[in-house]
């Protein structure tokens, strides 16, 4: 049984923070950039977050934001040049592409470990207090004027979820032919496959409805194999894989991300499907806003200062939850009007460059890109 921790006896001044994964540190420093004190708070013993297996898909726009932090440049990771979107059983297929909409990259594959080791050193060398292996209750939080909860899942009774049946097999995979910086989307009726540019090999998301799931992990390697290839057509040839891991999905979100002197951020906020990449790129949406909106806050868990985050990120905090979920249950099927519609989508993405364009920048910066 893991170790509870210590209950909360440290100081930590105006903004609390409970939770020292990615989110909660990101937070921490983009205060200690707007000249905001805060304290991170985690039951975990402090570097657990280094330990994260899993592989982040970041945009452009997450980039920008972890550069303004300091932290981009010590962090290995691997441009998207081009997105391949396609879908099985049917015609249409589209590429959105970097140099098409006149950036460095659409987005970076990462270690999620690497992330927080980056970041956490960076709180390191700015002297930001981190209290590990300390255990917060929801009903017995820091006294801080400000608290925001950055970990954990969402536990609202307000909250909106959906199953969606699926479970998400993650592993890498080496390839017959280099990747060339390019990433493929690829929609079945059993579930999207994800295959991103990571170092030399690539990072695979297949989506399994959720009885196969345990199989198709516990499988053989070549068994494997074969069904990430025909789930993906010819597009690529893969020769091995890694051990796979695997993790429920669907969506849970809180209608309200803000409360009396609390705010909620990251997975406390919205559990996204992994689908477009949008979950770690809107946490950081949020983090960013958040600490604009408290730079110049005299009391930062104000309701006004609050409403105003609030209101500041409603919209595009709606339409990538919306987007996630249309995208996974309009895909995610094998009607055959949904698959000619589908196809029909894809092509009109590919012969109207300013339809494709707003999709690429809504990808890298949110919905108020333009």
């Known amino acids: 049984m893991p170790d509870a921790g210590r209950p909360l006896a440290a100081d930590t001044g105006p903004v609390a923070i409970v939770g020292g994964g990615p989110a909660g540190m990101a937070l921490a420093l983009a205060l200690h950039r707007q000249g905001v004190a805060s304290a991170i708070v985690d039951a975990r013993a402090r570097g657990a977050a280094s330990a994260d297996k899993r592989i982040l898909a970041l945009s452009h726009g997450s980039r920008l934001i972890l550069e303004w932090l300091g932290v981009w440049r010590e962090i290995p990771h691997t441009a998207i040049a081009t997105i391949d979107v396609s879908h099985q059983g049917g015609l249409g297929r589209t590429r959105l592409s970097a140099r098409e909409e006149n950036v460095p990259a659409l987005g970076y594959v990462l270690a999620a470990g ?156 919205q559990t996204l499907h992994p689908v477009g990449g949008q979950g770690f790129n809107l946490a950081l949406r949020d983090i960013f806003e958040l600490a604009r909106c408290l730079a110049d806050a005299a009391d930062p868990g104000a309701p006004a200062t609050l409403a105003r985050y609030a209101a500041a990120r409603r919209t595009d905090r709606r339409a990538a939850i919306g987007f996630t979920d249309s995208l996974v249950r309009v895909f995610s099927n094998d009607n055959r009007f949904m698959l000619h519609a589908r196809g029909a989508g894809l092509l009109a993405l590919d012969l109207l460059p300013p339809l494709r364009s707003f999709l690429a920048r809504r990808m890298m910066f949110g919905a108020r890109a333009w």
């Open 114 to 269: 690497a992330l927080a080791a980056s970041l956490d050193a960076a709180l390191a060398r700015a002297g930001i207090a981190f209290h590990d292996k300390t255990h917060v209750a929801a009903d017995a939080k820091p006294g801080a004027p400000l608290v925001v909860w950055a970990e954990g899942a969402v536990d609202a009774a307000d909250a909106v979820s959906r199953d969606y049946g699926q479970h998400a097999v993650i592993c890498t995979a080496t390839t017959r032919q280099p990747h060339g910086g390019m990433a493929w989307e690829r929609f079945t009726p059993a579930g999207p496959v994800a295959v991103l540019p990571f170092g030399d090999d690539v990072a695979v998301v297949l989506t399994a409805q959720a009885p196969a799931a345990a199989a198709i992990a516990a499988g053989d390697e070549r068994a494997f194999l074969d069904l990430l290839q025909a789930r993906c057509g010819r597009r690529l040839a893969f020769t091995a894989a890694t051990a796979r891991h695997v993790f429920p999905l669907g969506l849970r979100y809180r209608t309200q991300p803000v409360g009396a002197r609390e705010v909620w951020i990251g997975n406390a906020a």
